[in-house]
């Protein structure tokens, strides 16, 4: 792991301070942001203001306690001494939070994207790490960590791990994760609420995304999408989509799982996940987005055709080049 300064080394004559992450937020990037949030609350007075900006949040991590405290527009024009960006792989997925950390005397980025290739004045950025919960954990006095922190923190580290399962989870990780729990936090209601629990429509949409799914490169890879009238019929929002590529992801035999969502016309979301070969991050680096080795994302425009044939052409080139095809 890298080298990163305690938070306190950060904040000399720092008054005022905003924090924000990446649009759509997933758990990763709430737990981040309402973890880092609480514990400068809690821990340094002579902070007049702490804001944080996010978009909307899905309603399984209304559990988190600062998740009420999260503003989610930036209308207001503001300059702040530090703004900080966390689990966010470039400035423009800021969104409209981007402005703050432009006007800001000084700013921080800690990510864990490879894609991230720095944008503040000083960036901590690992690649290695399983979540930005993770690297936020080491930005902290362990006896200041509060139960309300380390159930934000464990958020995080859970989601994007996929409960420990992928990957990127290390020795470290569940160190770090066995820590969180010592602080009382009920660790199971955690998963069960922010990872595992779907409401009914989510399982609709699923079971839709599931059934209409078809099999490329001699089934090495699954792919699905969904459609705006789709959502509609339905009566989801993108964030109900969460979990979607996962879930393909586990087909037997697969090897990279492609989902995309329509977000407008001839416009594309799409995710991106593997198991063992396949960099998707090279993939999505490409066209514009990034993420990790195992899991990245872009938007794309174009038909459905034709985003997923520019897909699955890098997609084969890399299977090719392992001899897996």
Known sequence: MIHVNNISTELEGVRTVGISGHIRPDGDCVGACTSLYLYLKNNF?????????????????DMIRAAGDIIHTC?????????I??????????????????????????DHHISNTGYGDVNYIDGDISSTCEL???VMDEDKITMEIAEALYVGITNDTGVFQYSCTSPETMEVAANLMRKGINFSKIVDVTFFEKTYVQNQILGRAL????????????????KLKDMAFYGVVFSDLEGIVSQLRLTKGVETAIFLYEIGTQQYKVSLRSKEIVDCSVIAKYFGGGGHVRAAGCEMQGS????????????EKQMEAAGKL
Request: aromatic share 12%; proline share 2%.
């Open 85 to 110: 960006s966390v689990d966010c792989g470039d400035l423009d997925r800021l969104g409209d939070a981007a402005k703050y950390f432009r006007s800001a005397k000084r700013t921080i980025c800690y």
């Open 45 to 61: 007075p002579q902070l007049t203001e702490v804001a944080m900006y996010l978009q909307e949040t899905p309603k399984a991590f």
């Open 304 to 315: 459905f055709y034709d985003v997923v044939n520019n897909l699955t052409k890098h997609i």
């Open 211 to 226: 059934l209409e799914s078809i099999m490329v490169l001699d089934g090495k890879c699954i792919i699905s999408s969904v």
């Open 136 to 138: 936020i954990y080491h």
């Open 75 to 83: 209308e207001e024009d503001k300059e702040f001494d530090l703004f």
